[in-house]
């Protein structure tokens, strides 16, 4: 019997939130930092944030390494911060927790999110790169029996792969689904998914991880006609790498998309304004420049100069800033100021440090 989405994670998944992916906090040695990996779970807390995805890319999916060893450890901090946190809060937060590899692993990862109080799995298909629709699709169905599963349309720039019109439209009949995040940076195959979620009719909730289009995919109306009439679909939250850093003002953002799509007046100026701006401090954060090989460690760097982070280490070594990402990064930070949250930060960083 497949472990079915509570009815009130489901709702407040369906209402829309901020989901950062969770980042990991490394000392000098590469090791586990488990204060800062604390403190950065108590900031998205305390920022607003109405979820948290922990052991996805962001986490970086070496934590998987059984020479590493941190999987389970960092989902462990995780949870207990966060059964912190629900202690003082009026709704619980959204656990997502990431998922990969071979049936047989990601199996194995969806049983211990399950044993560990998560309440879905962030469903990456990365490793099946050979693998046709039919062999995806029983292997989400595998999945989806040991736990509520996340459909994660990866960017291929990080190791994504192409996934048909004809897998998400088969996906989206899967009884235990409880999400879509779309990530593939590509506004076509965006489409494809939003398409297959209409024609389903099936109420499916659809996030963004676009994370070169947030304040767009959060306002766009997706409308198509099924057979006859005209459904409308539309992406009610973000489930974001770019979100994990600069959050508090993330989560002032959503709030506004979230007012602006039920009124009637149309998009503001600043908003759209906004959405360029954010566009542009994406690609300095992620390092599109370079094909996004710094986008782990351009994260850090921001989390560095907020105190959150020690320093930009990631497991790999090789895995650091892109060349000239720093001046990137310093540029979008003078440019937009009003994006940053750094006077948050130094105000909550003691408390979020403490033991």
């Keep these: 019997m497949a472990n079915k989405l509570d009815s009130r994670i489901g ?9 950062p992916a969770h980042p990991l906090a490394l000392t000098a040695e590469r090791r586990l930092d488990e204060r800062r990996q604390r403190a ?3 900031y998205y807390v305390a920022a607003g944030a109405g979820g948290l995805a922990v052991g996805v890319h962001t986490t970086q999916f070496a934590i998987r390494d059984p020479r590493i060893g941190l999987f389970a450890p960092v989902l462990k901090l995780a949870a207990e911060e966060m059964d912190r946190a629900d202690l003082a809060r009026p709704d619980p937060l959204v656990r997502i927790g990431g998922i990969c590899g071979d049936t047989a692993q990601a199996v194995r990862e969806a049983g211990l999110l399950a044993e560990l109080g998560y309440h879905a799995g962030l469903l990456s298909l990365a490793a099946l790169k050979d693998a046709d629709d ?14 509520p599963i996340i459909g994660f349309y990866l960017q291929a720039s990080v190791g994504g792969r192409r996934l048909s019109f004809r897998f998400w439209r088969k996906f989206v009949e899967i009884e ?7 990530a593939p940076f590509n506004r076509y195959q965006t489409l494809d998914v939003m398409r297959a979620v209409a024609e389903s009719k099936r109420p499916i909730t659809l996030y963004t991880g676009n994370d070169d289009n947030i304040v767009m995919d959060l306002l766009t109306p997706y409308r198509f006609s099924v057979d006859g009439r005209q459904r409308e679909v539309r992406m009610v939250g973000g489930l974001l790498g770019h979100w994990a850093v600069w959050t ?9 998309c979230q007012a602006t ?9 600043e908003l759209l304004r906004a959405s360029v701006e954010i566009i542009d401090a994406n690609a300095a954060f992620f390092d599109a420049a370079n094909h996004f090989a710094g986008c782990i460690a351009g994260l850090h760097e921001v989390l560095r100069r907020q105190g959150l982070l020690e320093g930009i280490w ?4 090789r895995e650091t800033l892109g060349p000239g990402q720093k001046e990137e990064i310093d540029r979008v930070y003078a440019a937009y100021p009003h994006l940053n949250d750094d006077e948050f930060v130094r105000q909550g960083l003691p408390l979020w440090l403490a033991p």
């Design 11 to 19: 709702q407040l998944l369906a209402n829309g939130t901020v989901i």
């Design 40 to 42: 950065l779970t108590r």
């Design 134 to 147: 039919d062999a995806l699709l029983r292997h989400c169905h595998s999945v989806a029996e040991a736990i």
């Design 176 to 182: 235990n689904v409880a999400a879509i995040k779309i």
């Design 248 to 256: 508090r003002s993330a989560v002032e953002l959503f709030r506004n």
């Design 261 to 269: 799509t039920r009124n009637t007046e149309g998009v503001s100026k």
């Design 314 to 317: 990631c497991l790999d070594p």
